[in-house]
């Protein structure tokens, strides 16, 4: 069961002197898939990764990569050398040119991809003479990508890759991914607060608040379950208790009553039909909107 | 590129390039014996997970629409072909959802008003006691 799941974590909790960053987090990656890890700002991403990486120890719980346990000093070393990390900030050694730095980190591993250095110094167009500090936000992302995809890892484990970046910059990174997983065989674990880019390219996902998980799942399925219930009526909306499976929130306005599902619309309509409707609509949920009503459940 | 999912849309998006391909079929766009884009360059030039694609022929070729064949990639099946009459009437038909459209946006109405009009009339809701979905 287990050993099918790039990274596992189970009751992960992290305290900060007097602030819990994770109390709880339960994840399931698994191996081979592009995963979307989203939350707010503070909702508990870094802490995470870097629990993963073995950059910080959790207070409780455990953390699991690649089969083995984050936690533990000898693991976490055969962890990061077969992991990919790029950073939120994308840190480069500033005095070194594009050319160097790639000459630089190739040199620490044997396994380097030179078919896709190759690959990817075309199609990110990176100068290769030009000093690092010199590059625009993009192509330091780009850069840093590079570096990455070329170790040959198993897991790749990006943070915010596409922050900061314009519409095309940010479409050529995801594009860079997807070109990578269509022909190699990795995990891609990236966290994001830009729904769009997971919308686009992650299979499986999961929405952490305040250092829990509220919603994980594949995606197709989430969309699948989720639904919005739209009923109007003559009069006033009446107060329904629903009893349907999966009913997470319903709002009352004049008129109409909507109701959030996440076991499907056909039950919920059921039951409200026997209040007589004059018209009722099943929509279909976007991401965004499952995001934004799990974040506020919790608040 | 007559494939143009829209990833943000709360639909799968394997679900909407099935659509998308039997689409094309019915119009002709793509017909018996066509080869399908290969899954990689499809899923590099839409920017989507490989696997989508990956799910939508599989689920494609279940429904006796395409052919994956072993090593040559994936072929609109004969079988699955809509006879040309079909096609012609779906062809001929195009023009007058357009035109219907076409006079709904005139009235001010949005795209997603007749979206959904377009829906719950299909889903019969607009009858008497009827209910959608």
């Known amino acids: ?299 | 590129m007559i494939f143009r999912p829209n990833p943000s849309l709360g639909v799968p998006i394997y679900l909407q390039l099935m659509e998308q391909v039997k689409h094309a079929i019915e119009t002709g766009a793509l017909r018996p014996g066509d080869q399908l884009p290969g899954i990689r360059p499809l899923a590099e030039e839409l920017v989507i997970n490989p696997n989508t694609v990956a799910k939508a022929y599989r689920e494609l070729e279940h429904d006796g629409v395409i052919e994956l064949r072993h090593g040559a990639g994936a072929f609109v099946s004969g079988q699955a072909a809509r006879s040309k009459k079909t096609a012609d009437s779906v062809r001929t038909a195009q023009p007058i959802v357009a035109a219907a459209i076409q006079r709904l946006r005139e009235r001010g109405l949005t795209d997603e008003e007749i979206r959904r009009l377009f829906e719950a009339e299909l889903a019969g809701l607009t009858k008497a006691g009827g209910r959608g979905v």
């Open chain 1, 1 to 299: 069961m287990s050993e099918s799941l790039a990274i596992e974590t189970v009751d992960l909790r992290k305290r900060f002197d007097a602030t819990d960053a994770l109390r709880g987090l339960n994840l399931r990656v698994p191996q081979g898939s592009i995963f979307g890890f989203l939350g707010r700002n503070g909702a508990g991403k870094t802490t995470t990764i870097k629990i993963l990486l073995g950059m910080t120890r959790p207070t409780a719980g455990q953390a699991r990569v690649l089969g083995l346990p984050a936690d533990d000093a000898t693991a976490s070393v055969t962890i990061r050398t077969r992991t990919g990390f790029v950073d939120e900030n994308k840190n480069l050694y500033d005095y070194m040119t594009v050319e160097e730095i790639i000459r630089f980190t190739a040199a620490f591993y044997s396994g380097w991809r030179h078919d896709l250095e190759k690959r990817y110094l075309r199609s990110f167009a990176l100068p290769l003479h030009q000093k690092t500090n010199a590059l625009s936000l993009g192509m330091r992302s780009k850069l840093s990508l590079l570096l990455a995809l070329c170790r040959g890892v198993e897991l790749l484990v990006l943070d915010e890759p596409t922050s900061g970046l314009d519409p095309a910059a940010s479409e050529e990174v995801l594009q860079a991914i997807v070109t990578h997983v269509s022909t190699e065989q990795l995990t891609v674990f990236f966290s994001t607060h830009h729904l769009a880019d997971v919308d686009q390219i992650a299979e499986h996902i999961a929405i952490i608040d305040a250092g829990r998980t509220i919603v994980s799942g594949a995606l197709d399925d989430l969309r699948g379950q989720y639904r919005r219930v739209q009923l109007v009526f003559n009069g006033e909306a009446p107060d329904i208790t629903f009893h349907a499976p999966g009913v997470i929130r319903v709002r009352r306005q004049g008129r109409v009553l909507t109701a959030l599902s996440n076991a499907g619309g056909d039950a919920l309509i059921e039951e409200a039909m026997r209040f007589g409707p004059v018209s009722a609509d099943v929509l279909p949920v976007t991401l965004k909107e499952i995001f934004l009503e799990s974040v506020a459940v919790e608040d």
